[in-house]
């Protein structure tokens, strides 16, 4: 099963961009990759997922390395409301999105 | 769209009691995935279900059921309840569970065993 790496915490100021890594040097070829975050007292939520390419969405975007080893999730432009735990899942047919690791602790600066 | 609702929201139950959590996921989502949250485990997978049938399962003691209706709702039964067992249940349901398919959480029921 693909597990992934993440820093436990991270800190960054307010309107800033923020770059939270992830390892996944074992994903398969068929895995996505999946970015959800959980904000204090609520369930996870969707924040991007891709496959080779980089995507981009509203929320953040997603730059994924050309041996897919690692990604790295993007925010433009951190805001209070982004402070979160940030969890980076490997998703295939085998296991999808069934390993979550610790995350990580996004800590927003004012 | 109304997104995926728990009932209850929270729970209090003694140890040896039995309890039952709903799920009602996205209208035409059919894959629905249950997990355990605690603070020392994280975020563990207990079981995903997809037309009425259970098609993953994790690590947890057979306790742990759930079933899934024809309507897609789902529900999650704990049996002789331990203290360990107090935890955030979470729902989450996607379309078909496929490896680049979204999951749409829902708030979660926290159960609390004493």
Not at chain 1, 31 to 53: A, F, K, N
Not at chain 2, 60 to 65: K, M, N
Not at chain 2, 72 to 84: A, I, K, P, Q
Request: proline share 6%; hydrophobic share 30%; with cysteine.
């Amino acid at each position: 099963d693909a597990k992934t790496t993440q820093p436990n915490s991270m800190e960054s100021n307010e309107e800033e961009p923020v770059h939270l890594p992830c390892n996944h040097s074992t994903i398969s070829g068929t895995d996505y990759i999946h970015w959800y975050r959980q904000l204090p007292s609520q369930g996870p939520e969707y924040v991007i997922h891709g496959l080779t390419s980089n995507v981009n969405n509203r929320m953040a975007s997603l730059a994924i390395a050309e041996d897919r080893k690692s990604s790295t999730l993007i925010l433009h432009r951190a805001t209070l409301r982004d402070a979160a735990v940030y969890y980076c899942i490997p998703g295939g047919s085998s296991n999808y999105q069934l390993i979550w690791g610790a995350g990580t602790k996004l800590i927003i600066k004012p | 769209k109304a997104g995926v609702t728990q009932t209850p929201r929270y729970l209090i139950k003694t140890r040896g009691q039995q309890v039952t959590l709903s799920c009602s996921p996205i209208s035409g989502h059919r894959s629905v995935s249950w997990y355990q949250q605690t603070p020392g485990q994280g975020l563990q997978f207990l079981f995903e279900y997809f037309s009425e049938t259970q098609r993953n399962k994790g690590n947890f003691p057979g306790r742990f059921s759930g079933r899934q209706f024809s309507n897609s709702r789902s529900e999650m039964n704990v049996s002789t309840l331990e203290l360990g067992d107090s935890a955030l249940y979470l729902c989450a349901s996607s379309l078909a569970g496929g490896p680049g398919d979204t999951q749409y959480f829902g708030p979660g029921t926290r159960l609390t065993v004493l």
